[in-house]
């Protein structure tokens, strides 16, 4: 019983593990993409840390509103 309580628990971390991984991957493709967005405005006088600031702000933002739920 402790061996397959033991495989749960470490089936559950794995899980875990590559959901984060998964969330880490597509906040960085989303933030590449808005930081190109970005960096395309020949304007942008910022510095290049608060580019990139920015640039996950916006890509935290969009995945929050992917993320709710569709109501009908």
Known sequence: M?????????LQAQHLAAA?????DRRERIATAC????????TASDKAEHIAWVAVQYA??????LDKEVQP
């Open 60 to 65: 935290d933002a969009l995945i929050a509103e």
């Open 20 to 24: 984060a991984a998964a969330h880490r």
């Open 35 to 42: 930081l190109a967005g970005i960096l395309s405005d020949h």
């Open 2 to 10: 402790n061996d397959e309580l033991e495989r749960g628990r470490i």
